[in-house]
């Protein structure tokens, strides 16, 4: 049945909804009705570029990875699901057999993929299809994706009890960060951007101070943000994927502290990587998440990260290349964007 309203990129700026079949599960798999799905800077590079550093993607290609749903068929093997179940969909389309996949680190399988989950109806495996909360809405649920990125950011920066973190942009995910630094027990977190309206938005969600970047020189921002949270940052985490805030990141971050990289940014940039590695400062990576869902909704559903006010536009699935302009052109307002793609 051609009823599957679906949001398809083909290349740079090449976007179409199309009506395409209703997937159908194979036998460990679920067939979703997909209710809220949430845009990220992920899907407007993609949508913008037709390609993303650090993952496999081939054209033409299924937007969204921020979903949740209905269960609506089962194969013939599902076992821990069944009909009518509410779900948060994590997005994986992995191998399973490779060294990565065994040790638990799927999210760096060869193979691996993301997305396909901005459509009425989708498909996934059982074991990525995580059952709601009761309490929780559809669109809290597709919060569960970003902030198990955080999760999984704040996780292999390795924050400890009284750490002091600053994080550069608040986007989603930087504030998601944030929050979830507190909650492993930062003695303090501090966030930049260089929109202000975006840190009105970060001080409301818990940050402890905000700083907004101008065109300060990175040793003027090294010099201030240290004034501002008393001493040089124990962690710090780059979010925007740039050249300046990497670079600001290995200058503020304190000897023998930890700089963590999340921002997808290009492949290939200048770094002060010698005076870097003098300060014995820790670089380490961050891509997604593994095994990250089940504690994001846990979070969620007890309320210790702070959500209220966090989805700030909503689009029907019709209007999904309004979001994507909106998020591109003008995206100092907005937090998180929904579209809702449930059947009428």
């Given at each position: 049945m ?55 993607i ?11 749903g ?16 509410r ?19 799927y ?39 970003p902030?198990?990125?955080a ?45 202000s ?21 990175i ?29 600001l ?46 504690r994001?909704?846990?979070l ?26 909106l ?18």
């Open positions: 051609a009823d599957n309203l679906t949001a398809v990129v083909y290349g740079p700026k090449d976007f179409r909804l199309e009506n395409l079949e209703r997937p159908e599960p194979g036998e460990k798999e679920v067939q979703i009705s997909v209710q809220s799905c949430g845009i990220c800077a992920t899907d407007v590079k993609i949508y913008r570029y037709a390609k993303l550093t650090g993952l496999d081939e054209m033409p290609f299924i937007l969204g990875h921020e979903a949740s209905i269960v609506t068929k089962l194969g013939k093997e599902v076992t821990s699901l069944k009909l009518g179940d779900v948060a969909a994590e997005p994986w389309r992995i191998c399973r057999y490779c060294d990565l996949c065994k040790s638990g680190n999210n760096l399988c060869n193979v691996k993929n993301l997305g396909k989950c901005l459509a009425r109806y989708v498909v996934l495996p059982e074991d990525f299809c995580h059952k709601i909360p009761e309490h929780i809405d559809f669109e809290t649920a597709a919060l569960a994706e902030l198990s990125v999760i999984r950011i704040c996780t292999r920066a390795g924050i400890k009890l009284g750490d002091h973190v600053l994080v550069l942009g608040s986007g989603t995910i930087g504030i998601f960060t944030m929050q979830t630094a507190k909650c492993m027990g930062a003695a303090s977190v501090t966030i930049t951007d260089c929109l309206e975006r840190l009105v938005h970060a001080k409301r969600l818990g940050a402890d101070n905000t700083f907004l970047v101008k065109e300060q020189s040793p003027e921002l090294v010099d201030e943000l240290a004034k501002l949270i008393g001493k040089k940052p124990d962690v710090v985490i780059e979010c925007a994927g740039a050249k300046p805030t990497i670079e990141g290995m200058k503020i971050t304190k000897p023998t502290g930890c700089l963590l990289v999340a921002g997808l940014g290009p492949s290939r940039i200048e770094i002060p990587l010698f005076e870097t590695l003098l300060s014995e400062i820790d670089i380490r990576g961050s891509l997604a998440y593994t095994n990250n869902y089940p994001a909704l846990n969620l559903s007890t309320g210790k990260v702070n959500i209220k006010g966090m989805i700030t536009h909503r689009f029907p699935l019709e209007k999904v290349e309004d979001a994507m302009k998020f591109e052109e003008n995206p100092k307002d907005l937090v998180k964007i929904i579209i809702d793609c449930s059947v009428e």
